[in-house]
């Protein structure tokens, strides 16, 4: 008798899936194992193959979220001129701003129960350090760009949790001067005359 069984990663995925379903649905406080493996269609031994706890499949559920965010960074990077420097910062603007619902939801569930226990967001602290070196290489324009990096955030995070009143012709206005703020943050500096005396 053949069984057919998914490639690791196809039922690694499908874990994630039900968990992110589950997640929006009852909250990540909710988020029990075996609803997961119930979910997902798969034994409960499976699901422990690939996540032995349930702190495990919440890490792997953010650090997923943050990879796609990132891929989202990339596609916009891949899209701007490669010798312009606001690159970097425009393809941040646009790959974490570009509305994605659904995506927000899991966020927000998995930041909230991150509160709980901190150490889920190492992966995120690593990436986020990361970006930040990347940021350093702009040299005498990193100082705005951190600025223009931590406005993008705040806004995501405030869409996240539900509290920015911003109308989407607001928010449009917004993403708007950030993009304009990261060409000026990256254009060249015309020194200043000294004063005469």
């Given amino acids: 008798m053949l069984v057919h069984t998914s490639p690791p990663g196809a039922a690694r995925e499908r874990i994630l899936d039900a968990a992110e379903k589950l997640v929006v649905r009852d909250g990540a406080g909710h988020l029990t194992l ?11 031994g499976g699901l422990l193959y690939h996540f032995p706890t349930k702190d495990a499949l919440l890490a792997g559920m953010i650090d997923r979220h943050v990879g796609l965010l990132e891929a989202r960074c990339a596609v916009e990077r891949a899209g701007l001129p490669p010798a312009c420097e606001s690159s970097e910062i ?7 701003l570009e509305a994605q619902p659904e995506r927000e939801e ?13 150490a889920l967001l190492d992966g995120v602290r690593r990436r986020y350090a990361e970006h930040v070196q990347r940021l350093e290489a702009l040299g005498d324009s990193f100082g705005r760009a ?7 955030d705040g806004l995501m995070l405030g869409e996240a949790w539900r509290i920015t009143p911003f109308t989407p012709g607001q928010r449009a206005r917004i993403v708007a001067e950030l993009l304009c703020l ?5 254009a060249p500096r015309i020194p200043s005359e000294e004063p005469r005396s």
């Fill in 106 to 118: 899991v966020g927000a569930a998995l930041f909230a129960a991150a509160a709980n226990n901190p």
């Fill in 90 to 96: 425009k393809a941040w603007i646009v790959g974490v």
């Fill in 34 to 44: 075996d609803a997961v493996a119930q979910t997902a269609g798969v034994s409960k």
């Fill in 182 to 186: 990261a060409d000026e943050a990256c």
């Fill in 146 to 152: 951190a600025v223009i990096l931590l406005a993008v």
